[in-house]
């Protein structure tokens, strides 16, 4: 799989791209197209593709063993939704990502460190569903957002 299948700079996507990218990607991407036609520079940056995704969930089994949580899980019970998200976050965070979505990630970031300046850029991380904003839902703030000082 080519690493461009894992990882894809923002400034080459446009709404097309949403079932690949998500909707917030996806609109970012719109947006540095038509400022930058119009001669207004904004920094760029990547997307991680649900390929990507996919490729982690793959990671271990994992994938499976949290549709099998979920599929046990009694929605009406507040206690249980608590634990399961519980269990699904840990099991999530001990999860290493696959060694090629890593690397994906590194390559895309030190590429930006390259175009902005000394090889180390400050960066925001935002997550984006491919189905964040429906016409009768919406999720948009349901998922966490880490910091991580390092990539070692």
């Not at 207004?40 to 969930?57: C, E, K, N, S, Y």
């Not at 089994?61 to 206690?79: N, P």
């Amino acid at each position: 799989m080519s690493l461009s299948e894992l990882v894809v700079r923002l400034d080459r996507l446009t709404l097309e791209d949403l079932p690949r990218v998500g909707g917030k990607n996806a609109s970012l991407g719109e947006m540095l197209g038509q400022l930058g036609q119009a001669g207004i520079r904004v920094p760029g940056g990547f997307a991680l593709t649900v390929q990507a995704f996919h490729q982690m969930l793959a990671q271990g089994g994992m994938g499976e063993a949290i549709y099998r949580r979920l599929d046990q899980l009694d929605v009406t019970d507040t206690q249980s939704l608590a634990t399961t998200a519980l269990a699904i976050r840990e099991q999530i965070l001990q999860t290493p990502l696959p060694a090629e979505v890593r690397e994906a990630v590194r390559d895309a970031y030190a590429a930006m460190g390259c175009e902005y300046g000394d090889g180390r850029v400050d960066v925001a991380v935002r997550s984006s569903a491919t189905a964040e904003d429906l016409p009768t839902a919406s999720f948009a703030g349901q998922q966490e957002t880490f910091s991580q000082r390092s990539w070692d």
